[in-house]
């Protein structure tokens, strides 16, 4: 069955970027189904929804984050990737990677989540 | 930014009673919500999406109901593996947010 892992450093460093990747496997990143986001949660908080992608490329991002986050999609590679700017510790969370259906709201399938830290 | 307002912060309750968790929205979500149920150490897992349905595999003892603003999760009768976080989410305007959750304890 389809499954999302997230892969990347865990740790870096105040003011540089932060870096993902969600490697779809078991299933095509390009149905028109579906759109593919990002999603995180600092130790013992809430959720927070980044950003979103479809295989096409288009993107939609929460505006508290937008003007440091960028999303992209490499189909040929079954993958979507997270980029995070000028990070602090604030950023400091456990990263998921998620499918979600076009016709709805939820998310229905979440990657295992990968802690990052963000520390000199 | 629509905000949603989970109650109460924490439930407690014993195996074989009736949880009923309630999620409001500052304005109208339509039927655009989910719920998630999260354990220790996991990713959250969908229960109910549009804001009835139960998504795949999910036992029937968990129900979703309401639309527009309020919105219920009713877990009939609590098994042990049911004490975990809930949160739950809402789609409007290309904007996802959740609320803080739930913990549902054993008491």
């Not at chain 1, 992209?72 to 995070?84: G, I, P």
């Not at chain 2, 129900?63 to 098994?79: A, K, Q």
Request: proline share 5%; charged share 15%.
């Amino acid at each position: 069955q389809l499954q999302l892992q997230e892969s990347g450093p865990g740790l870096v460093k105040p003011s540089e970027t932060l870096s993902l990747t969600c490697t779809v496997s078991g299933g095509s990143i390009s149905s028109s189904n579906y759109y593919w986001g990002w999603i995180r949660q600092p130790p013992g908080k809430g959720l927070e929804w980044i950003g979103s992608i479809y295989y096409s490329g288009s993107t939609y991002y929460n505006p508290s984050l937008k003007s440091r986050v960028t999303i992209s999609v490499d189909t040929s590679k079954n993958q979507f990737s997270l980029k995070l700017s000028s990070v602090t510790a604030a950023d400091t969370a456990v990263y998921y990677c998620a499918r979600h259906p076009i016709r709805g709201a939820d998310f229905d399938l979440w990657g295992r989540g990968t802690l990052v830290t963000v520390s000199s | 930014e629509i905000v949603l307002t989970q109650s109460p912060a924490t439930l407690s309750l014993s195996p074989g009673e009736r949880a009923t968790l309630s999620c409001r929205a500052s304005q109208s979500v339509s039927s655009y919500l989910a719920w998630y149920q999260q354990k220790p150490g996991q990713a959250p897992r969908l229960l109910i999406y549009d804001a009835s349905n139960r998504a795949t595999g999910i036992p029937a003892r968990f129900s979703g109901s309401g639309s527009g603003t309020d919105f219920t999760l009713t877990i009939s009768s609590l098994e042990p593996e049911d004490f975990a976080v809930y949160y739950c989410q809402q789609r409007s305007n290309w904007m996802y947010t959740f609320g803080q959750g739930t913990k549902l304890e054993i008491k």
